[in-house]
């Protein structure tokens, strides 16, 4: 599975950003299959997780971002997304999409979030 994440770039406090996560070279069984997630590393910090999805359609995501980011995820597209409204400059990070199959994970090659004025 190879994860191919877009969608970051700079926005001002209290904007919004749509990433993107395809599931390149994943045939549709095999997406339907994933366990997807966005996780997040910011400047001296551990990734941590900010969102997640189960094969079935069931979001989870953190409390510091709960209310402003929601998780959705497109079979037909083998895509996952993160929106992000109200963003604020503490979630300023680089962003990786995380697919999980059977106890094995994938990651994709992040994407830069900067939240400023």
């Known amino acids: 599975v190879q994860l191919q994440a877009s969608g970051g770039g700079l926005v001002q406090p209290g904007g919004s950003l749509r990433l993107s996560c395809k599931a390149s070279r994943a045939i549709l069984s095999t997406f339907s299959s994933l366990n997807m997630a966005w996780h997040r590393q910011a400047p001296g910090k551990p990734r941590e997780l900010v969102a997640s999805?189960?094969?079935?359609?069931?979001?989870n995501i953190v409390d510091p971002v709960k209310g402003r980011f929601t998780i959705s995820r497109d079979s037909a597209k083998k895509t996952t997304y993160l929106q992000m409204n109200s963003l604020k400059p503490e979630d300023t990070a680089v962003y990786y999409c995380n697919a999980e199959l059977k106890g094995r994970n994938y990651w994709g090659q992040g994407t830069q979030v900067t939240v400023s004025s």
């Open positions: 999805i189960t094969n079935d359609g069931r979001g």
